[in-house]
């Protein structure tokens, strides 16, 4: 769809499990601003069970706090007529648990590993992965199927010309189950076929009858290329005509919209592919929530997803303890506890939710569970956004030396250029610099990158936005969503001994010069604000690298913002805490002195 | 802004509630509106579709999948018995007889050209629904369900494992303070549902299991002892399909926390009655607490079916602090500021002020304390 460039008023809303949250943008002089934001509850459930409710209560708020009149008759005013209403309205949800689906494909780490990248790419949990080699027998699989009842099912597998029987043999299994949707039982399960054209008609054959089957361009034509575009579009058109359709007061929200309703994360993720296209950097994005972690990124113009769907702050926080075990926590814990004290506050932070730390221990125990939290999804994320697999590279002398294969990573922390986190724990964590750190000891970046927490949660909305406006959504992400924290430095490189490990010879925009030598375990803060700059060289010593190579100095231009610039001459490759319990209590209290992290007051 | 919402765990001596029974899949229901039920009567049935097995005919017969169809003895439809011959194939003139055997009993629902993938369905399982609880049928759901309707004691727990269970209540303990351990269980508890005070422990809970007890309704738990338990760690907290031979109901948290006296005081004057017990829980959206059903006999009481109202905060309103530092106590607002505050961690936020039972004035989160719901 598109509109027109001169549109003055955008009203915007995400509904989210809980809450519906709406923002209105408008354009003054040539910039569009974030005018006002507004909430209210969702009321998918009863007693109301009708989500537009929940619309209409958060677009009053909206009304009352930007004095605007937005509706008319209970409806939203589209097109505006100068003073009243707004030129468009748009929705993302999340309502109902999002989208849940199941994917299958022949092989693993291909045609299924694909399948998993469109589905999660169009904002999708992905409840199980079925494949030809996935190790179970088929009636195991036929039983997962069965018991899982997802929104919907993306089946792939075979490229084109290439296996037709394993692809038939998926579509049996899938026969053989007869799945049941997950919301409704009036209506077939909605199948999307996207994989060897060749088995389309057996394919056909099989599902026609049993599920509402949809057939459209496999997702991975050769082996070297995948093509997730039209699953992806499939995806999102099913998400709106089954799943949402299903989900009460969906219909008359979708009649209210300007545009298709998208999936919360499936928003993000093009308002992350915006950024990344518009100023040509890599980025990464984490939405660490209650219940799931969700982290998106861009490198070298491939955008991918990963859902980890059960790790979390709340919800899901036994579940953190539970997958990366006791000692890695204990290990950001900048003082001593006894380990099933400290077991049985996470496991009742689960049971009860909602509540928040009111100590400055219980701070720093949850700010120590967050950093575990997000370290493990960017692990998954790592292993999951990788080059296609199973590609056969023609290989020449030049290569020989080379030891780069098909499904290496993708997530080049060394090219990294920007991390921008969301989510409670670090959007509101009660100082910035807690943010900036919890974030640079999970994703441990490399060289020089830049740092930012959406303050408000608004690039869901921003993300449909950038459909339909890019400018508006880009001008809005930069001046309204993000807090700009600061730049992170940290040169490659380990010692086995305290040694110098960076020089730093800066000039700052307003006058004031930064002269430091840090040595191995050092980690400084310089305040610097986001309009200011620092210029000048550092030059990594006794074998570090800043991307330049070994000793190599790097001529820089570093920003600031709320926190600083931060320099960490902690090493990388590995990073290491000191063993000793004592000496790590004592590391870790330096560091988050140095930052200034939380009040000296003594609890 | 004077109130808050916090809604608690409900604790009442008398309430009515309504249970909805509902089957997964659609079947028969057996009773009808207006009809007395016991908790173990079954209210409706329904049959499982049996488990699918698939069997690839191809590499048993040497035959090409295309041939499949042509090779098998049983039809589409028909029931076979486990390692009945369903198709067969020769070879060398007849020479040679190759033949696939049912690897289960069942019905042969379908022959695959592309694959030589043959599919067995196995019978149908039956699923009997119980009533749960005493009590009329005051709704039936077509196909579906009913909903059964009683009155009696109602206890919800905060957290649970093991699924539904029905025994009478029995002390274990004297007091709320008072640990369970494996000295405090005999073999006189067997198929009851105990009580305890402060926390369970693992020796105590595994000595219950030994003796047959069938419910455990304690303070607190230890997190190191469910996982001692079960083998595993509770990742989330969505529970009930747990496969040990106890259904544990925790009414405060994990730790040792005495259990609030009133909790306690009810289940003592149950003493001797049956209580429906479940653990499940699940803690997202559409919240499942585990809970103590003890229904009475009150036919002739038509009591207006109470809802679920969630109190609002005021001054004077009991508490109960539902974190650290003060986790567990017991207190009463003496005052609900409207702006937000500055706690220790430099978060502002809405609290609350509130004295706690042994006099100690203290500031709290709204976020992190419940409110103690009035009978």
Not at chain 1, 523 to 531: A, G, H, N, R
Not at chain 2, 190 to 196: E, M, S, Y
Not at chain 2, 331 to 353: F, M, N, S, W, Y
Request: overall charge negative.
């Amino acid at each position: 769809m598109s509109i027109p460039e001169d549109i003055q008023v955008i009203l915007a809303t995400d509904c989210g499990s809980t809450t519906t949250k709406a923002i209105l943008i408008e354009k003054t002089g040539d910039e569009y601003r974030l005018k006002v934001r507004g909430e209210a509850p969702t009321t998918v459930e009863a007693p109301f069970e009708d989500v537009t409710v929940g619309v209409l209560n958060a677009v009053t708020e909206v009304e009352e706090l930007s004095g605007r009149k937005i509706l008319k008759d209970g409806q939203i005013q589209t097109p505006s007529d100068g003073k009243t209403g707004v030129d468009i309205y748009i929705s993302t949800s999340s309502a109902g648990g999002g989208l849940q689906m199941m994917v299958s494909g022949v092989v693993k780490t291909m045609t299924a590993e694909s399948a998993e990248r469109a589905a999660l790419g169009a904002g999708a949990i992905v409840m199980d992965v079925i494949a030809s080699n996935d190790g179970r027998l088929p009636h195991e699989r036929i039983e997962r199927i069965r018991h899982l009842r997802p929104d919907m099912i993306l089946l792939s597998g075979g490229i084109d010309g290439g296996t037709v029987k394993h692809v038939v043999e998926l579509a049996e299994l899938i026969e053989a189950a007869k799945p049941k949707p997950r919301l409704g039982a009036s209506y077939n399960l909605p199948v999307i076929y996207a994989g060897n054209v060749e088995a389309r008609e057996k394919v056909q054959e099989r599902l026609e009858d049993v599920t509402d089957l949809q057939v459209v361009k496999n997702l991975r034509p050769t082996l070297e290329q995948e093509n997730l575009g039209p699953a992806r579009e499939k995806i999102h058109d099913l998400f709106m005509e089954h799943v949402m359709a299903q989900a009460p007061g969906y219909k008359k929200l979708m009649d209210m919209t300007d545009a298709p309703i998208m999936p919360t994360p499936g928003a993000v993720g093009l308002l992350i592919q915006t950024i990344a296209e518009e100023e040509e950097i890599d980025v990464v994005g984490v939405d660490i929530g209650g219940a799931t972690t969700d982290v998106f990124s861009v490198f070298e113009g491939t955008f991918n997803r990963t859902v980890s769907a059960n790790l979390g702050m709340s919800y899901s926080i036994a579940n953190v303890l539970a997958e990366t075990g006791l000692e890695n926590i204990v290990r950001w814990v900048p003082f001593s506890i006894d380990p099933t004290s400290l077991r049985n506050r996470i496991v009742n932070k689960m049971i009860r939710p909602t509540t928040i730390p009111q100590t400055l221990k219980e701070l720093k125990l949850e700010q120590a569970i967050a950093r575990e939290a997000l370290r493990l999804a960017f692990e998954q994320h790592k292993s999951f956004a990788t080059t296609l697999k199973g590609v056969q590279r023609a290989r020449d002398i030049s290569d020989t030396f080379d030891q780069s294969m098909a499904g290496e990573t993708l997530v080049n922390l060394a090219s990294l250029d920007l991390i921008v986190g969301s989510g409670g724990v670090l959007s509101h964590a009660p100082r910035r610099q807690q943010a900036m750190l919890m974030m640079i000891d999970a994703f441990l970046p490399e060289g020089v990158t830049e740092l930012a927490v959406d303050s408000i949660f608004m690039m869901p909305q921003l993300g449909v936005l950038s459909t339909l406006h890019k400018q508006a959504a880009t001008q809005v992400f930069h001046k309204d969503c993000l807090i700009h924290l600061g730049t992170c430095v940290a040169p490659v490189g380990s010692l086995k001994k305290p040694k110098e490990v960076m020089k730093v010879d800066l000039s700052l925009s307003n006058g004031d010069s930064i002269i430091e030598t840090l040595s191995l375990g050092d980690l400084l803060l310089t305040p610097l604000s986001y309009d200011e700059t620092a210029t000048g060289t550092i030059t990594p010593l006794n074998g570090f690298d800043l991307g330049n190579g070994k000793n190599d100095a790097v001529d820089v231009e570093l920003r600031g913002g709320v926190v600083g610039l931060v320099f960490d001459a902690r090493g990388r490759r590995p990073f290491n805490l000191p063993d000793s319990p004592e000496a790590k209590i004592s590391a870790l209290n330096r560091w988050y002195d140095q930052m200034n992290m939380y009040s000296s007051e003594e609890e | 802004m004077a109130h808050a919402y916090t809604p608690g765990l409900r604790v009442s001596p008398r309430t009515t509630l309504r249970k909805v029974r509902r089957l997964p899949l659609t079947g028969e229901v057996k009773v009808s509106v207006g009809d007395q039920v016991k908790a173990a009567d079954i209210v409706a049935r329904t049959e499982l579709p049996g488990a699918v097995t698939p069997y690839n005919i191809v590499n048993t017969l040497g035959v090409v999948a295309e041939d499949a169809p042509h090779v098998m003895v049983k039809e589409i439809g028909e029931k076979v018995e486990a390692d009945e011959v369903i198709a067969e194939s020769s070879s060398f003139f007849g020479l040679f007889t190759s033949r696939a055997k049912a690897p289960v009993s069942g019905t042969l629902e379908s022959v695959s050209e592309v694959t030589g993938q043959v599919i067995i369905r196995q019978p149908p399982t039956p699923l009997e629904l119980k009533a749960y609880v005493d009590g009329k049928v005051v709704e039936v759901l077509e196909e579906e369900g009913v909903i059964v309707e009683t009155h009696g004691a109602f206890i919800q727990g905060i957290f649970g494992i093991g699924g539904e269970t029905n025994a009478e209540i029995v002390m274990a303990v004297d007091n709320p303070s008072e640990t369970l351990d494996e000295t405090k269980i005999t073999s006189e508890m067997a198929g009851k549902a105990i009580v305890g005070g402060n926390m369970v422990t693992i020796s105590g809970i595994k000595k219950a299991i030994d003796v047959g007890v069938k419910g455990i309704i304690v303070g607190g738990i230890n997190d190191t002892d469910i996982k001692e338990l079960l083998g595993y760690e509770i990742g989330v907290a969505i529970t009930g399909s747990e496969d040990i031979e106890v259904t544990i109901v925790v009414t405060e948290g994990f730790g040792e926390i005495a259990m609030a006296e009133r909790t306690f005081e009810l289940l003592k004057q149950n003493v001797g009655n049956q209580a429906s017990i479940n653990g499940a829980t699940q803690i997202r959206a559409g919240v499942i607490r585990p809970e103590v059903i003890v229904p009475m006999d009150v036919e002739s009481d038509q009591k207006a079916v109470s809802e679920v109202v969630a109190g609002a905060m005021e001054t004077g309103t009991k508490i109960r602090v539902i974190r650290e530092p003060y986790f567990g106590k017991i207190g009463t607002v003496t005052d609900l500021p409207p702006k937000l505050e500055p706690l220790p961690t430099e978060a502002h936020v809405r609290i609350l002020r509130a004295q706690l039972e042994d006099g100690e004035e203290v500031v709290l989160p709204r976020a992190n304390v419940e409110i103690i719901e009035e009978a």
